[in-house]
């Protein structure tokens, strides 16, 4: 193998496919990116851990056809620290064999800058290649909905790996709707997208007839696709019986789906009749809620939200500090509660509306923020004990 390729493509192209590292297991090969010649002009980067595959298709100039493999960290590092245009891919010419505990190998050369690093190869049977999805269905929507809504509502997701059905995003697919949610328990993001090409072929039917089907995303794969989606760009779905594809351009990502049932969510909601209704630029509400956070922090993360007429107070309070900020909002009814900080931070960090709505319902009620300018999106958050 033999081929040149642009240096900031490749390390953008890295960046993404080395993501894909199996945590779980010590088995070398998982942590490989592979590097195949696909013709005389195209060069196929993946990396794959039998949980999630990434792939992608880029130009190259291949002068002689084959495949490398090199540890994904360290090609990563190594690119990023180059400077010149281009780099070489090869198989190594000279001292063909690397020695190794395991045995000798042939290596491959990563030439740039009149550097050549040597890296022991492995045979290519040894890898496994990425799954290829039978779908039980297939949707089609534009990347940049797909994209934003999984940066909008994938924050809540819990990290606790103990409750696997929620270290995830819920992929909700009904005719002409994808619905997108994560949860905590503590909270929750949902997103409508409306605008989703035909949906098909069979699969799962709700009792009205109609299609109604949900699976859930691990978080690494939802990080993967944000990453790759794009402006102006169709995103093809297939869903299996235990996997997903997402096909982007020159790019194929494939997962497995997390098992089980996803909490009914639809529960949390209440009705739109708030005590009261707070609205306000979110740049304001950001700015006064990361002023107070440092001291909310010392005590729990709760913050007090006191709604005034025209006017939302912000405070927190511990051992020895305190911390107030004033929000002008258009309100007219009297509201306090008491809810952690760092939920309000992450929903107004991910969203870049310019005007928000805060509405409570009661001390001992949810919290809900929305946007006239994210029709599809709300934000749900459990309160916290006023002391």
Known sequence: MKCGVARKELLNVVRVVSQVRNKRSAW???RQIRFRTAGTEKLRVSA???GLGIECVMPAEVSEE???SFLGEMVKYQLAQGMGESVELARAEEDRVLPSPAGDREAACLIMDGNTMR???FDSDEFRDMPDVNPIRRLTMKGEDLAGGLRRTSFASSPDELRAIMCGVCLRVRQGLVTLVA???HRLAVEDIREVGP???AGLVGPDGMIDEKVIMPRETVCALVKVLGDGE???ISIGEATIEFRVGEWRIVSRLI?????????AFLSDDPVARVTMPRAAFLRALRRVAWVAKCNAGRVLCQAASGSLKLSASADDFESAEKVLCDTEASMEMGFNVQYLLDALIAISAEKVTFDLWGERSIGRITSEELPGWQYLVMPMEIM
């Open 234 to 236: 169709e995103v093809a």
């Open 66 to 68: 084959g495949e490398c």
């Open 119 to 121: 890296a022991r190869q």
């Open 28 to 30: 070398p090969i998982l």
């Open 48 to 50: 794959f851990d039998l």
């Open 183 to 185: 949860t905590d328990t």
């Open 259 to 267: 098992e089980g049932i996803f909490p009914t969510y639809e529960r």
């Open 199 to 201: 949906v098909g072929p």
